[in-house]
């Protein structure tokens, strides 16, 4: 796995921009529960302690993965944050059906970031086993959601040029 040698949680506020005045959209899927609710804690612990002020971060929910993109661009076209994190688990099972909501989720996401000036993240877990996505979700190899955090403050400071 690619961040096995790596802590998700891991990073260094000094040098991240401003975020006191940032607006920062969390849109969460429903599906893995107990994986999306802790990459959303890593998430909004990361904002507010570099800065995002709790009133300007905003979550909406999402019955799963694939209604990901559906919410971000909602939540893009209604709010107008600065940035948007999407936050999903899908975990792989024994038919195709992981590869279409892995496939389909990340292509939206990207649609996205092409389609608006609002950045998008992708912090969708596509794992192959629910171990796998309780290590990256707080466990052995941290918090996505503190990275996606981080890459949502550099990516809406770096929209805002």
């Known amino acids: 796995m690619a961040t096995a040698g790596k802590n998700l949680s891991e990073y ?8 006191n005045i940032m607006r920062i959209g969390l849109v969460v899927s429903e599906w893995n529960n107990q994986i999306t609710e802790n990459l959303y804690k890593g998430a909004y612990k990361t904002l507010v302690d570099c800065g995002v002020a709790e009133e300007n971060i905003i979550r909406w ?5 694939f209604e990901l993109t559906y919410g971000c661009k909602k939540m893009i076209e209604v709010l107008d944050p ?3 994190i999407a936050i999903g688990s899908v975990i792989r099972g024994e038919t195709k059906h992981f590869d279409f909501v892995a496939g389909a989720t990340a292509e ?3 649609d996205l970031n092409i389609k608006y000036n609002t ?3 992708f912090c969708v877990l596509t794992d192959d086993t629910l171990q796998q996505a309780i290590d990256r979700s707080g466990g052995a190899h941290g918090n996505k959601g503190a990275e996606a955090a981080v890459a949502a403050i550099k990516m809406a400071s770096l929209s805002q040029k």
Do not use: C
Request: net charge negative; charged share 25%.
């Open 12 to 19: 260094d506020k000094s040098g991240l921009p401003q975020a």
């Open 61 to 65: 929910d999402v019955p799963g993965s």
């Open 119 to 121: 950045p998008t993240i």
């Open 82 to 84: 600065d940035a948007v």
């Open 108 to 110: 939206g996401i990207k």
